[in-house]
């Protein structure tokens, strides 16, 4: 008899699936072992979206088989593949707020009594079982309402569980967490290798591949491109099956001339939000913003654009004093923003690529007041094609694309405008390694050009790697501001908490 451990649970050969334009998954293949983790990691747009609503059922396959242990079958219905044991736990899981925690848990398939009626005593029990499994300490007649961000999370994965589920699919688990309740994730994780159940986890953090993976699979445009053990692999290894050559350079910075003020800001204030923010942003310049959570750096940038205004302060841009109350103004002055939340603020969903790039450009591509669609598509293939944006047509609705490229759909927007001032706010958070690098690169390549851009970012690697200068902000107030050799991780650590003793 095979030993359980190298028998999967799961397997897919062959997995085809086609939509109008695009060959999303092109025959490949994945399997998942019992007690084990195994890392699903790609590009967005790779593939990974897809097979995991392939793997739950959402989606059918044009071609290829599905295996349990062993077996073919099939899933025909979400419910089918749940009844088969497989479940997953999405990064934005639907919750009802004005439910009980047990109701959120079985909505769906609540226990049933005599009469076909919910047999509520059984839920709330069967839930408390579910909770005690995964040792979280939850009342399973509370109201969700009434519970935090974290506590949500756990009912989603307890929700999960209530199908007795021997596959658990994880997409993007941690995006929301903090650095706490993503070790408590961690601990769960294991609890559940514990179980035996057969883990497929999906991230765009390598620190969390190698951390909590036994197993990897690459997609890569919709293609299996290998699998293996991750003892067996390095970080480097994995970039290059990602993006088909060696990615060396993820911050490639050019040397760009520095020139005069783009950009002056003083006495900024706000009533809650932050407070005496003085700064220079020069031409071909890229600064850094750099603080921890609640520190108000989006506040800042989010005023400097229009969305709310300052109680105090003034803002040059060149040599002209701007006052700005609205977007439009912002606009008019040549200052765009790139907003980090570009799935509510950036892109409009619904609307064609094409439409959401020229939507603040309207009176380059009109005339007499009539949209030239000639003129419109032209437009959007310029700024797309420089940020190699990855989709089958600038008719495909901006929903449909992965993260990344949703991310510079919205940069192209902006810069069809042709701005003096752009600012990126997280401009590569949530998208793969291989999208980061063509960000940065084009980032690079308008500040050579003289653009002045501000960089919002949490991740300490990207504002070293991206910067010219960076200023740390802490509870509202610039705290410190580094160039050159003084910026390290450590000053701006100890800058963004609060120690004493870092550089000036």
Known sequence: ??????????????????????RALDGVQIDLYPGQVTALIGENGAGKSTIVKTLTGIYQPD??????????????????????GVTAIHQETVLFDELTVAENIFIGHAPRGRFGLIDRAAMKARASEILDSIEADLDPGVKLADLGIASKHLVAIARALSIDARVVIMDEPTAALSHKEIAELYELVEKLKAQGKAILFISHKFDEIFRIADR???FRDGQFVGEGLMADVTEAELVRLMVGRAV?????????????PALTVSGYSHPTEFEDINFTLHQGEI??????????RSEVMQALFGITQPSKGATRIGEDVR???????????????????RGKQGVVKGMAIFENVTLPSLSQTSRNGFLKLANEFALARDYTQRLDLRAASLDQDVALLSGGNQQKVVIAKWLATKPRVIILDEPTKGIDIGSKAAVHDFMS????????????????????GMAD????????????????????PENLVRAAVGIEGAAA
């Open 1 to 22: 008899m095979q030993d359980q451990s190298t028998q999967p649970v799961l397997s897919l050969r062959g997995i085809v699936k086609t939509f109008p334009g695009v």
């Open 445 to 464: 390549e308008l500040a050579a050009e003289g653009l002045a851009v501000i960089m919002v970012s949490s991740e300490i690697p990207e504002v070293l």
């Open 323 to 341: 006052v700005i109350r609205s977007t439009a103004q912002a606009v008019e002055a040549g200052i765009v923003y790139v907003p980090e939340d």
């Open 63 to 84: 071609e290829g088989q599905i295996f349990v242990d062993g077996v073919e079958t099939r899933f025909p219905t979400a419910q089918a593949a749940g009844h088969a």
């Open 216 to 218: 990897w699979t690459v």
């Open 248 to 260: 060396d350079q993820i911050y490639p910075k050019r040397p760009a001339e520095i020139g005069p």
């Open 287 to 296: 600064l850094g913003f750099y603080g921890l959570v609640g520190a108000g």
């Open 469 to 488: 200068r960076v200023i740390v902000m802490r509870e509202g107030r610039i705290a410190a501001e580094f160039a050159g050799d003084e910026m390290t």
